[in-house]
T-cell receptor, first 114, second 113 residues
Framework: GENVEQHPSTLSVQEGDSAVIKCTYS??????FPWYKQELGKRPQLIID?????GEKKDQRIAVTLNKTAKHFSLHITETQPEDSAVYFC?????????????FGQGTTLQVKP | DSGVTQTPKHLITATGQRVTLRCSPR?????VYWYQQSLDQGLQFLIQ???????AKGNILERFSAQQFPDLHSELNLSSLELGDSALYFC????????????FGPGTRLLVL
């Protein structure tokens, strides 16, 4: 069935360092891969997304890369700041469905130490 | 503020009871999604509606049901509640109901005692 594996489950970095979170998906037809950030007690919010016809996308300090052959995608945060501390979720959209259904990874708790 | 509203914010009830969670999508969005987030768990997709019709179903229990009304608001009904149903329930909305940004509401925290 459809599955998204996310690693690591927790990540602690020093302010200014880079952070990388990786996800692997099972459905080779998946075509849309969003990343959501959820601060403590808040709602998930989209921070970046990528579609299957693109290999990389960047937005200021955040970038996402996609390797369709290996069926994995990664979130890269550079020059981390304490306000980047949150839980990050990757997700994949099953490409074969005419729906908006998203399969989420289990989440990565990122802690940025000042 | 995403523009998606959910009520109530908190709900405390007993096992065996039934509750209804309500969601209003962003203006202009036709699709509504329901997700369950248990403690230390990710977001589990429950169900999607598009313009009043069920579009996709996930791991939704038979004790749970949902509907989307003509004004596009949605309700999630949870019945015969069990302790394990305690979770944060999020509603999200999007325009076309396909692969696009989903905007999440603030969630309803359900505690079953």
């Amino acid at each position: 069935g459809e599955n998204v594996e996310q690693h690591p489950s927790t990540l602690s970095v020093q302010e200014g360092d880079s952070a990388v979170i990786k996800c692997t998906y099972s459905d080779s037809a998946s075509n849309y891969f969003p990343w959501y950030k959820q601060e403590l007690g808040k709602r998930p919010q989209l921070i970046i997304d990528i579609r299957s016809n693109v290999g990389e996308k960047k937005d200021q300090r955040i970038a996402v890369t996609l390797n369709k052959t290996a069926k994995h995608f990664s979130l890269h945060i550079t020059e981390t700041q304490p306000e980047d501390s949150a839980v990050y979720f990757c997700a994949a959209h099953p490409g074969s469905s005419n729906t908006g259904k998203l399969i989420f990874g289990q989440g990565t708790t990122l802690q940025v130490k000042p | 503020d995403s523009g998606v509203t959910q009520t109530p914010k908190h709900l405390i009830t007993a096992t065996g009871q039934r509750v209804t969670l309500r969601c209003s999508p962003r203006s202009g969005d036709l699709s509504v999604y329901w997700y369950q987030q248990s403690l230390d768990q990710g977001l589990q997709f429950l169900i999607q509606y598009y313009n009043g019709e069920e579009r996709a179903k996930g791991n939704i229990l038979e004790r749970f049901s949902a509907q989307q009304f003509p004004d596009l608001h949605s309700e999630l009904n949870l019945s015969s509640l069990e302790l394990g149903d305690s979770a944060l329930y999020f509603c999200a909305s999007s325009k076309t109901g396909t692969e696009e940004t989903q905007y999440f509401g603030p969630g309803t925290r359900l505690l079953v005692l």
